[in-house]
């Protein structure tokens, strides 16, 4: 099903099933793959790749226990040109994916979210909202970044990172923060960072390393809990 | 393709290419999503919301490896009012989902759980087989929720942590048994919970910590091993 | 849509809206769920069962980022007798899925790996490419199995654990080198395994280890860091 309103461009190849929403735009030479939803809105540039079996511009939902309401609008799902968007993926509406961009199988990114042109969003990450992701970020398999968090540029984040944003667990009396990883720092896969430490440019932290302070730039820690070794 | 037994009520919205199989029961207001499944025998109240491409009541499955056998009938899965469920998701027959709960998108619930009024089941989350979830619990991104396992109501789980009901990994000379968090007991994100550790009441276990014994009710654990702080 | 260049066998059941390319090969008795994608040259065997919203045979891709870019051919997707896919899955080009293996739901499994005779992939577990799955294998639900692994016959490797080829994290500079897990080993939930090491045969990592050397065969580690106890 393609709505009328859908501004379609040249030579874009659409696979089987495909739903394509309202005021949907799409450049040229796009490959949509199988059973993939573009839901209404959405602006996607040129020589974008999108797999099979994926939303594209999902809007946020919630129940009644949630801490924070998704707001019901906000701008379009924005994908920029070159990117490429893996298959059984979820991507919210209010979310820029900048020029390059690759976003794996089964990962997700929620609203108000920016990806920097070039990065690397790895398979099955989870991606939460109100976070920033700079230019030639790699953030591998199953990373989950949390919400409010800020990641600058050329930041590698290896397999399997968990991160969280609030310091006393639902009791909703906490300004919530997530880490803040400075440019060019790295994290070793399964590490796990506490709610707003900063980790300083160039800092290199341990794989399965639980980062419970603030790590200055250029240094390495390790451990559980997290000590700096040089 | 919608079979002629299913039963659905007024104010219906279906999205594309929904599969609806024989002896589905639909109430009033529900929106089901592009390329949902339906499978037979669900059972889903009135308001709900069924994101894309998700699965519902799935029968499970095994290879000839797999120490239990899963049965191959057993309940309906069973969605009460206003629950809401995310896009991609698969969860099994033989499921309670009580009043507005939510499930995030790519979670997947399997065979013989129930989950009380109002819990979250956070995006990403996997919860294996004969485990029962209380009221108000918040469950969050990417969380393991290991088989044969038990959470009271009002518990918080941060995104990652990860559960195991087997303490001798394969040996199958062990009578199963996961976790058992108390209500209102916090668990940091990416912690570890062994076999059959029991959580106290409104106990607090630290991001990262590996928990090998019993956590007293009220107490403080970190570290790896888990120790108590206070 | 079935391509007219299909050979499907006898008494196959396929679900609505199944999605089957040119040159599948699909053997006798094979259930397809619905919408199941299966691109083009996969080869099923016979008593095979493939899940709902399931893709199989992908062709890898990449942006500029990458170290290693995919090869754009490689062998077919090969799946023999007896093998069970969940749902929403994702598998792809130029993999041997060997006789009687599970692959869980939520699953991918990345090109130029093998997987042996009735071993487990467990739900939303994660493989890479260039990685060998002996026979018996156990790999449970959420594990990540980075690229450049080897893993032998009999393995069990508990849920959530993680493992890493890159020991300079993106730096290019280094020979990548998963870990080697040899016969009979036991992996504890969410250990973290660093590249290279090797786990001896019917060695044992404690739940939540982080394991940065060899661990000897027979031995049981734990602890971050990993220490042998015995």
């Known amino acids: 099903m393609i709505h009328e309103s859908a501004k379609i461009g040249k030579n874009v190849v659409l696979g089987e099933h495909v739903v394509i929403e309202e005021n949907v735009t799409i450049g040229d030479d796009v490959m949509i793959g199988h059973h993939a939803i573009i839901k209404m809105d959405t602006q996607i540039g040129s020589r974008v790749k999108v797999g099979d079996l994926t939303v594209l511009g999902k809007t946020a939902s919630s129940n009644k226990k949630m801490a924070r309401q998704p707001k019901k609008t906000g701008a379009p799902l924005t994908i920029e040109d070159d990117a490429v968007i893996g298959s059984n993926a979820v991507i919210y509406r209010d979310v820029l994916l900048a020029q390059g961009v690759f976003v794996g199988d089964m990962a997700s990114i929620r609203e108000n979210v920016s990806v920097g042109k070039e990065s690397i969003i790895g398979r099955n990450a989870m991606v939460e909202n109100n976070t920033n992701i700079g230019s030639r970020v790699t953030i591998q398999t199953g990373c989950y970044i949390t919400a409010d968090m800020k990641i600058e540029d050329e930041v590698f984040i290896g397999p399997c990172c968990s ?16 880490p803040i990883i400075k440019k060019g720092a790295k ?44």
Chains 1, 2, 3 share one sequence.
Request: charged share 10%; aromatic share 4%; hydrophobic share 35%.
């Open 187 to 230: 994290i070793g896969n399964n590490a796990t960072l506490l709610p707003s430490v900063v980790i300083g440019e160039h800092a290199v932290i341990g794989a399965g390393a639980v980062i419970t302070k603030d790590i200055s730039a250029g240094k390495t820690a390790v451990g559980n809990p997290g000590r700096v070794m040089n």
């Open 163 to 178: 991160t969280s944003n609030d310091k006393y667990m639902g009791m909703g009396n906490y300004q919530y923060q997530g």
